[in-house]
C-alpha cells in the first residue's frame, strides 16, 4: 500500500494529513529497519506568534511497513 500524505500552508501555519514520519518528543518514528514505521493522522504546527512554535496532532494508527 503506497504511502500519502496532503500538506497545506495557511500564513505561518502547517497542516499535514496521511502517512508521516514524525519526529516529535512525544511521538517518533524508528527508522532502524529495514522497512521503517510511520503514523497516520494530522499534525498541525504553528509558528504565527514569534518566538513560539506551537504543534498538535493527532495520529489514529501506526503503520509497519
Known amino acids: 500500500m503506497p ?8 500564513s505561518n501555519t ?3 494529513y496521511g502517512d508521516q514520519m ?4 512525544v ?11 510511520s503514523y497516520t493522522g494530522t499534525l498541525i504546527t504553528s509558528k504565527e506568534i514569534d518566538g513560539l512554535e506551537v504543534v498538535a496532532g493527532r ?3 501506526e503503520a509497519r511497513k
Request: hydrophobic share 45%.
Open 14 to 16: 502547517v497542516i499535514k
Open 27 to 37: 511521538l517518533n518514528y524508528d527508522n532502524s529497519r529495514l522497512l521503517p514505521e
Open 59 to 61: 495520529f489514529t494508527q
Open 22 to 25: 514524525p519526529q516529535l518528543p
Open 3 to 10: 504511502a500519502a500524505a496532503v500538506k497545506a500552508r495557511f
